[in-house]
């Protein structure tokens, strides 16, 4: 059984930094597509960023290029969002899923099989 727990949200300060972390368990995720969402009060569940795992090919929202950086550490199994300069827009409830690499559509979250349970961002101004 996949498994996605996602971890290191908090409150913070516009600028501040935070490093979420995405512990996934239940498969072997190296065919995997791993990736970030974000849902803020009142709006739909968006797209953050993802990665490959087998070749750590990278994909951005517009808004959180230079600011964010996802990578994955083998090892530990284990998917991160490093994300600085944040900003009060960032407030959201970020999500951690993976479906199999060979999916067309990296940001429509319909793509993704398996999700976590969320860790709440805020970001005061």
């Known amino acids: 059984q996949v498994q996605l727990v996602e971890s290191g949200g908090g409150l913070v300060q516009a600028g501040d930094s935070l490093r979420l972390s995405c512990a996934a368990s239940g498969r072997t995720f190296s065919d995997y597509r791993m990736a970030w969402f974000r849902q803020a009060p009142g709006k739909g569940r968006g797209f953050v960023a993802a990665?490959?795992?087998?070749?750590?090919?990278?994909y951005y929202e517009n808004s959180v290029k230079g600011r964010f950086t996802i990578a994955r550490d083998n090892a530990k199994n284990t998917v991160y969002l490093q994300m600085n300069g944040l900003k009060a827009e960032d407030t959201a409830v970020y999500y951690c899923t993976a479906t199999s690499v060979g999916t067309r559509w990296y940001a429509l979250s319909s793509e993704y099989r398996y999700w976590g349970q969320g860790t709440q961002v805020t970001v005061s101004s």
């Open positions: 990665i490959n795992w087998n070749d750590g090919t990278t």
